[in-house]
Structure formats: structure tokens, C-alpha cells
């Protein structure tokens, strides 16, 4: 499975790209593994238990979860963390391996949406399924001439704050939508809440009017498609109903997922803890905003108490990109420490070029340095981590994120094993991703 890349060799490179790929890991030093574990997307994750319960584009595969798993050779009892838990790939792999697993997640969706795909109790009343759908059924009949607005006066709720709300949902499939999030909070399906949760809360994206398997949302105005808001949530239950009979029994919970910030790691969290890996992908520094793409189900869900809160979050995310969080780095130019500047290759050049860019790319990595510096406590002897990153492209520069972070990891005092890479994406663009494998 595992091939040593014949690197270096003239006729090797397929393009420019590839070429200064190969030659800057060649000049940090670092030794490099190239690996063929099939498709480590989100993809193969739709294929799999529990992990199909939500679509989060940038996750990556399960089957990279076990393939650390196995290359650090973990066991039960072992601590495993991921700081960037996203929707839990690698809290969910844990999980069902027996593997303790403790998560961190700064977006209160993707955190919820973690937290209750652990929840392997068992004590469900599967039952109850069938008794919440033909119960939401009847008052979507009751209720099928009333709006949106009526129907979540009827219910003491509202409608989400999103903006434009109509152009997120047609006002029927909104109607539906929150009937079914209404009756999801009745005492008598407290049991199995947590899992109607879910399943609404994956229905409340695809009823949506938007592009569908595109790594970003774009709306899909004029679609046309016939929406079943009861039938896709059926669907969902179902789904969810066989993997639990797979996994629910008296296995332990292993896995728990915590919302808080991995840049100021908060000592509460992690109290005296002490990890033997992490496996973990931050975001990658290519502007894309996790909560900006989670807004819908953001406020659908009732996560946020007001429009500006998903702002906020994204500030203090790791590469958030959206609204403040741009408008702040565009003032002047950051300038970062010598120790830090000397890791940063893409500085010069990108200075000149574009300031937000490269306060963009600055912040990224001083947070990144914040947040190895705060894990630091927490660490076995003999901690092993494996953090996957993607290159990325700023006003043209190539930002060399695996190098980078390595040089920012040898600073803080761990030492770098190897640069993993494990496929190309992209054509004329190419974009790596990798992981760099990193022990103290
Ligand atoms: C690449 S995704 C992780 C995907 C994950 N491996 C999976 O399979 O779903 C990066 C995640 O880091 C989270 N994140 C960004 N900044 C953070 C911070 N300061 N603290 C904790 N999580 C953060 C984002 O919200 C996003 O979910």
C-alpha cells in the first residue's frame, strides 16, 4: 500500500506546481511517504455507519482515521485527540474501535452534529420513529394552508433569522421543516431526541435550495425539484436506525466532543489529560469559511441567538474568512515575530502583492503556532500526531502549509518524522494533501 515517491527525478513532475511541491519539501529536509489509501474525502465517509449522518465536505475519510490508528498503534486505553473535530471522523473511528477520544470543535453545529452521532445508547425506543413521523405527518395536514410565520406562531417558535430566508427554503418545505423541529422537542420523544435531531437537522441541508455536492453552497434558484420533507426525514431515521442496531449495546462511549477554541486552549477542557496522538485536520489556508458554510442549519437549528454570532464565531476560527474577520486583516500589515517569519516562504512576495492575503495566510499560522504551543502540557512521552493539511494558492503564491507547520512544530519543540501525502486533487491547479507526522 505504501509506495516511497521516486522524488526528485526530472521526468517525475507533471507540471510547475508539482515541481516547487516536491522541491520545497526536498529543501526543508523533511523525509516524504507518499500513500495510497483509495479516497480520503468526505466521499468514502457517505459510504459508511454513522458517519453518513452528515455531509461535511472538507472531512476526510474514515479509512484515514484507521490508517493512523494503525500506524501509531493505538489501542483501547490509548488517548487520542483532535483539536478540529469538524463532524467527528476521528471521534466517531475511536469510538467504535474502543479508543478513548477527546474532540474540540469551535462551530456549535458541527460540534452538536459530533456530539450526538456518539450517542450509542442502549436504551432507544426505535419504535418511537415510526409514532414522531406519522404524528408530524397528521399536523402537516392540519397545518398545510398556514405559513411559515402561522405555523411557528402555533408552535410558540420562529421562523430562522437567516437572511432571505425564502431563498433558502420554499415557504411549504420551511412549513414542514419546523413542524417536524417542533414536535422533535415533545416530552414523549425525549428518548430518542437526540437522533430525530440529527436526521432533521441533515434533512433541513438537502431540502434546501442550493447546489447539492458542491464543496461550497451556492443557491440553486430555479431547481424544480419535488421536496418531501417527511419522506427524507423517514429516510434519515432509517439510516440511523440500522447503524445504531450495529453499534448500540454495551460498548463504552469513548468519544466526546467538546465546543471550545483549540488557538486559546482552555486548561478546564483538558484537566490532567495526558494524549498519546492526535489525528487532526485544521482547516487548510484557502479562505474557506466553516461557519459562512454551516449557516442554514446554523440558524435552522437554533444555534445562534442573533445574526452577528455566526461572525463572531468565525472570527476566532482558524482561517475564517467571512465578513469581520476579513475586514480586520485588511488595515495594515501584519508583521510577525523573526522567529515565526523565518518558517513563512510566501511572506516577501505576498506582502507586496496583496496585504489581506497575506495577513490572511499570517494569522493562520500564528494561530496554528498558538495552538501547538497550548497542547504542548498535555502531551505523553512519546506523543505521536498526525495533522493533515493542503497546500493552497493566495493572489497566485503558493503557500506551502505541510513545510510550513513542520518548521513551526520543530520551533515549538517536536520533531518532524515525515511529510505523508496522500493524493492530488485538481487539474491544471494542483493541490496536495498531507499530513505531517509529527512526535515528542
Ligand atoms: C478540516 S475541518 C476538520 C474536518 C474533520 N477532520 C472531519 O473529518 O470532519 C477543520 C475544523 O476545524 C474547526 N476549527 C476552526 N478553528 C477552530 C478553533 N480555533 N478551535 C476549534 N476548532 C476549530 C472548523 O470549524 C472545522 O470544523
Known amino acids: 500500500m505504501n509506495k516511497q515517491a521516486v522524488l526528485f527525478e526530472d521526468d517525475f513532475f507533471e507540471d510547475e506546481i508539482q515541481r516547487c511541491f516536491f522541491e520545497n519539501i526536498k529543501l526543508s529536509g523533511f523525509s516524504y511517504e507518499e500513500v495510497d489509501i483509495g479516497d480520503i474525502t468526505f466521499k468514502a465517509g457517505q459510504e459508511e455507519s454513522i458517519h453518513r449522518w452528515y455531509r461535511l465536505t472538507p472531512s476526510y475519510s474514515?479509512?484515514?482515521?484507521?490508517?493512523?490508528?494503525?500506524?501509531?498503534?493505538?489501542?483501547?486505553?490509548?488517548?487520542?485527540?483532535?483539536?478540529?473535530?469538524?463532524?467527528?471522523?476521528?471521534?466517531?473511528?475511536?469510538?467504535?474501535?474502543?479508543?478513548?477520544?477527546?474532540?474540540?470543535?469551535?462551530?456549535?453545529?458541527?460540534?452538536?452534529?459530533?456530539?450526538?452521532?456518539?450517542?450509542?445508547?442502549?436504551?432507544?425506543?426505535?419504535?418511537?420513529?415510526?409514532?414522531?413521523?406519522?404524528?408530524?405527518?397528521?399536523?402537516?395536514?392540519?397545518?398545510?394552508?398556514?405559513?411559515?410565520?402561522?405555523?411557528?406562531?402555533?408552535?410558540?417558535?420562529?421562523?430562522?433569522?437567516?437572511?432571505?430566508?425564502?431563498?433558502?427554503?420554499?415557504?411549504?418545505?420551511?412549513?414542514?421543516?419546523?413542524?417536524?423541529?417542533?414536535?422533535?422537542?415533545?416530552?414523549?420523544?425525549?428518548?430518542?431526541?437526540?437522533?430525530l435531531w440529527v436526521a432533521i437537522n441533515k434533512a433541513a441541508l438537502d431540502c434546501a435550495n442550493i447546489h447539492r455536492n458542491h464543496p461550497t453552497i451556492t443557491f440553486d434558484d430555479d431547481h424544480g425539484r419535488e421536496i418531501y420533507v417527511d419522506y427524507e426525514i423517514e429516510n434519515n431515521l432509517t439510516a440511523i436506525r440500522n447503524d445504531l442496531i450495529r453499534y448500540c449495546g454495551p460498548r463504552r462511549e469513548t468519544s466526546k466532543i467538546i465546543c471550545c477554541d483549540s488557538v486559546n486552549i482552555d486548561a478546564g477542557f483538558l484537566g490532567d489529560l495526558q494524549i498519546d496522538a492526535a489525528i487532526t485536520s485544521p482547516p487548510y489556508p484557502n479562505r474557506f469559511s466553516y461557519v459562512h458554510q454551516t449557516r442554514p442549519q446554523l440558524h435552522f437549528m437554533e444555534l445562534l441567538s442573533d445574526r452577528g454570532a455566526a461572525t463572531e464565531i468565525d472570527l476566532k476560527a482558524i482561517g475564517g474568512t467571512w465578513g469581520r474577520a476579513t475586514s480586520i486583516l485588511q488595515k495594515e500589515l501584519i508583521i510577525p515575530d523573526e522567529e515565526l517569519k523565518q518558517h513563512l516562504c510566501y511572506y516577501d512576495e505576498l506582502s507586496r502583492k496583496s496585504i489581506l492575503m497575506c495577513n490572511y495566510a499570517t494569522k493562520y499560522f500564528s494561530d496554528m503556532r498558538l495552538h501547538i504551543r497550548g497542547i504542548r502540557p498535555y502531551l505523553k512521552q512519546g506523543f505521536r500526531g498526525a495533522y493533515v493539511v493542503g497546500n493552497s494558492r493566495l493572489s497566485g503564491i503558493e503557500i506551502f502549509t505541510e513545510v510550513i507547520l513542520g518548521k513551526i512544530f520543530e520551533s515549538e519543540g517536536f520533531s518532524v518524522q515525515k511529510i505523508v501525502s496522500f493524493r492530488k486533487r485538481g487539474g491544471r491547479k494542483r493541490l496536495y494533501e498531507t499530513a505531517v507526522v509529527v512526535s515528542r
Open 62 to 195: 474514515p479509512e484515514l482515521v484507521r490508517f493512523f490508528l494503525k500506524e501509531f498503534k493505538l489501542k483501547e486505553n490509548d488517548v487520542v485527540f483532535d483539536p478540529f473535530s469538524g463532524r467527528g471522523t476521528t471521534a466517531i473511528e475511536c469510538q467504535k474501535k474502543g479508543i478513548e477520544c477527546i474532540s474540540f470543535e469551535i462551530n456549535p453545529l458541527l460540534q452538536a452534529v459530533g456530539e450526538k452521532s456518539l450517542r450509542w445508547s442502549n436504551d432507544y425506543d426505535f419504535s418511537l420513529f415510526n409514532k414522531y413521523i406519522t404524528e408530524c405527518r397528521g399536523l402537516v395536514k392540519k397545518h398545510h394552508n398556514q405559513t411559515p410565520d402561522e405555523v411557528a406562531a402555533s408552535f410558540r417558535t420562529t421562523i430562522p433569522i437567516i437572511h432571505d430566508v425564502y431563498r433558502w427554503w420554499r415557504p411549504s418545505v420551511l412549513r414542514d421543516l419546523i413542524i417536524f423541529r417542533s414536535v422533535l422537542y415533545f416530552e414523549s420523544y425525549r428518548n430518542i431526541q437526540d437522533l
